[in-house]
T-cell receptor
Framework: GENVEQHPSTLSVQEGDSAVIKCTYS??????FPWYKQELGKRPQLIID?????GEKKDQRIAVTLNKTAKHFSLHITETQPEDSAVYFC???????????FGDGTTLTVKP | GAVVSQHPSWVICKSGTSVKIECRSL??????MFWYRQFPKQSLMLMAT?????????EQGVEKDKFLINHASLTLSTLTVTSAHPEDSSFYIC?????????????FGDGTRLSIL
């Protein structure tokens, strides 16, 4: 089955700096890669996603890059703000096929 | 956007009690829903995939007799933790994929914090 590894497990940055979180996956059939943000005690919320036919996608301060050959994808957050502090999860799945496999999560702390 | 509603949000009960958690898709029909368990500071652990009109698919190591799943309609799945014990205390979250949205992203419920005394 699919295996998703996520690094780092914790990340601390100064407000205004950039943050990068990386994930690798094992199943070459996976073609959909969402990122979720989970604040303490709350539901994971989808913040950005990318399909395997696209190399990069950007939404304001958030971007995701995908290297299908190397089987890795990354989340980039620029101009970080304290409200970006949360746990971020990457995931990999096959579109329309059902379950997603999640990474172990990255706890991002943005210091004011 | 798609909304998934989960109830109750918080349960405290005595050991031996059975607890039912409901997961509803409010503005879309979901033939498949997912049940996760999350321990503090850990990732989402998939317990089972709930299939409308058929038996749930359980992940390895999850006791199907302990965690009963029913998906009787296209908008409702329930998870019943039978004869709950303190080790069952955890955060349980459901999700559903919206078949009408490109890529069918998963939308999560608010979760249920279960505490067994």
């Amino acid at each position: 089955g699919e295996n998703v590894e996520q690094h780092p497990s914790t990340l601390s940055v100064q407000e205004g700096d950039s943050a990068v979180i990386k994930c690798t996956y094992s199943d070459s059939a996976s073609n959909y890669f969402p990122w979720y943000k989970q604040e303490l005690g709350k539901r994971p919320q989808l913040i950005i996603d990318i399909r395997s036919n696209v190399g990069e996608k950007k939404d304001q301060r958030i971007a995701v890059t995908l290297n299908k050959t190397a089987k890795h994808f990354s989340l980039h957050i620029t101009e970080t703000q304290p409200e970006d502090s949360a746990v971020y999860f990457c995931a990999a799945s096959i579109t329309n096929a059902g379950k997603s496999t999640f990474g172990d999560g990255t706890t991002l702390t943005v210091k004011p | 956007g798609a909304v998934v509603s989960q109830h109750p949000s918080w349960v405290i009960c005595k050991s031996g009690t059975s607890v039912k958690i409901e997961c509803r898709s409010l503005d879309f029909q979901a033939t498949t829903m997912f049940w996760y368990r999350q321990f503090p500071k850990q990732s989402l652990m998939l317990m089972a995939t709930s299939n409308e009109g058929s038996k749930a698919t359980y992940e390895q190591g999850v006791e199907k007799d302990k965690f009963l799943i029913n998906h009787a309609s296209l908008t409702l799945s329930t998870l019943t933790v039978t004869s709950a014990h303190p080790e069952d205390s955890s955060f349980y979250i459901c999700s559903a994929r919206d078949p009408q949205t490109l890529n069918q992203p998963q939308h999560f419920g608010d979760g249920t914090r279960l505490s067994i005394l």
